[in-house]
């Protein structure tokens, strides 16, 4: 492999700036390494050589004409539920599996014109419904650090190029936990900016009410790079915030004092057994070692937000996903009249939590269970933000677990509900809106691993304070370098 892959993705842009290595060069080296490893790891759906070939060249042009793009020469790769004009764009399902995107979308469009280089388009949950990447119709991605477990989901295959060392920056959609928790899986930071903060014109949309597209990366200074990047206003989203954007990366900071961070008493984590409760307790630790103040908060509401995601997600999910009908686009199963078609269209289209979905929200919707489910989750969730509001009028920042367990093996979360509950964590700050990363924070020794799996920790701030949580991220991240520790079983050192 190529040592300037193991590099972060500042190191290889000021390379490039620096002519000490060409985007051309850096690109052949990627894809020659993706071949080489994509039989084990299984991250893209589809590798873009030739894409990438093209883009490469025009960045070292620009380059050698005097620009120094944001992100020049950078492999990345590209959820499969985000359009890139002329490739195919899936979503992991075979309802759209030879569907090919007519348009860019914004965020990924930002991160080209910055310079970034497209590898591929990454496997993923089927729409974006899972936290394992086990139900894409397409392919099996495995977590780089034990190919007999997952890379979380659903932006399973972002994390495993990410942390295979096929891309160094990861475009990941988050709904209610799936760019932070495949993070936590394969060490990796994962950021969900503010609802909004990023544009989502040009993702298939999953929830629109929470869908957010953000980094999957190596360091928290890469993440800031992307973000910086990819956000701000986009008039083609009308769901796009328009306010002053800051930029991040200018603004990292080395040490926590004058921060105040929250526990949250309800996250309490001496129930997911000794090992983790002890990573947790000494990522707490550490945070205050860096002259964080920790304050005991309360989010009462939190326990309710597993059950609210579970009706509003789904409610969004069976309106949205009412277009793929094989009448415009995707796959079409002919039938003996129109109804018919629809039926089988849908029925081989879509697996199996897809259905599950689409029907929970098709009666969470419906007529005479309107209010009894849809309405009165919509008023948990204003609960949920408002006891977040309360909780932030007396720290600055809070932490807590990513994930109650490091990534598991395939098929041991079989039932839907075990596999809902790894979002636990994740889904009220979701539902809030709130700014949120996973941080690498420590290693735990699973049954059956075949090396210790990480962990990661989760940092959430008020909304649109990205600058104050990455700039903490970054802190921690510098301070205890969890994630330079252990590297894949890929044939490569630290």
């Known amino acids: ?58 960045l070292d042009a620009r380059v050698a004409a005097g620009e120094k793009p944001l992100l020049a020469g950078i492999p990345t790769s590209v959820k499969d539920n985000m359009c890139l004009t002329g490739t195919r764009t899936t979503c992991g399902s075979k309802i759209l599996e030879h569907w090919v995107a007519p348009y860019t979308a914004t965020a990924v469009e930002r991160c080209i014109d910055a310079g970034a280089i497209p ?32 890379p979380g989901g659903s932006s399973g295959g972002s994390a495993a190029a990410v942390a295979a060392y096929e891309a160094a920056l990861g475009f990941g959609s988050d709904t209610g936990g799936s760019i932070r928790e495949p993070a936590a899986f394969c060490n990796l930071v994962g950021f969900k900016p503010t609802y909004g903060r990023v544009s989502r014109y040009g993702l298939i949309a999953f929830a629109s009410s929470l869908d957010q597209i953000g980094p999957l990366t190596r360091t928290v200074e890469d993440a800031a790079l992307m973000y910086d990047a990819i956000g701000g206003h986009d008039a083609r989203d009308a769901t796009s915030v328009n306010v002053p954007f800051e930029t991040t990366a200018d603004h990292l900071r080395t ?7 929250g526990i949250v008493k309800e996250f309490a984590t001496d129930g997911l057994g000794a090992e983790i409760n002890g990573v947790y307790a000494k990522a707490y ?14 989010l009462p509401t939190a326990e309710y937000g597993l059950a609210t995601y579970y009706l509003i997600a789904p ?36 697996g199996p939590e897809v259905k599950r979905r689409i029907l929970i929200g098709t009666y969470a919707l419906s007529s005479g269970y309107y ?34 367990s490091p990534a598991f093996g395939f098929a041991a979360k079989s ?35 075949s090396q210790p799996m990480p962990m990661g920790l989760q940092l959430c701030a008020p909304l649109f304070a990205e600058r104050p949580l990455l700039g903490a991220a970054h802190a921690y991240e510098q301070a205890t370098h969890h994630a330079r520790l252990r590297t894949p079983g ?5």
Not at 375 to 395: G, H, M, N, P, Y
Not at 490 to 494: F, K, M, P, Q, R
């Open 1 to 58: 492999m190529h040592p300037f892959l193991m590099k972060s993705a500042r190191e290889m842009r000021d390379a490039i700036w620096q002519r000490e290595i060409s985007a051309v060069e850096l690109t052949e080296a990627t894809l020659t390494h993706v071949a080489a490893v994509e039989p084990e790891i299984g991250s893209y759906i589809s590798v873009l050589d030739e894409h990438a070939r093209t883009a490469a060249a025009k």
């Open 119 to 150: 590898i591929g388009k990454s496997n993923m949950d089927e729409f974006a419904m899972g936290s394992s990447c086990e139900n894409s119709a397409l392919m099996v991605t495995r977590n780089p650090y034990d190919v007999s477990r997952v």
């Open 255 to 261: 040490d926590l004092r004058g921060v105040r961070i």
């Open 285 to 298: 630790q550490d945070l205050a070692a860096l002259g964080a103040e920790l304050v005991d908060v309360t």
């Open 315 to 350: 409610a969004e999910c069976s309106s949205n996903l009412a277009r793929f009908d094989g009448v415009r686009y995707g796959l079409r199963v002919d039938g003996g009249n129109i109804g018919e078609m629809y039926e089988r269209t849908r029925a081989q289209g879509f």
């Open 371 to 404: 209010d009894a489910y849809y309405v009165r989750a919509q008023k948990a969730r204003t609960l949920i933000s408002q006891d977040f509001a309360r909780a932030f009028a007396s720290c600055d920042l809070i932490a807590c677990p990513a994930a109650s």
């Open 415 to 449: 039932d839907p509900y075990s596999m809902y509950l790894m979002d636990y964590y994740t889904i009220p700050m979701s539902l809030a809106g709130l700014p949120a990363l996973s941080v690498p924070c420590g290693w735990v020794q699973p049954d059956g691993a």
């Open 490 to 494: 890929l044939g490569v050192s630290a």
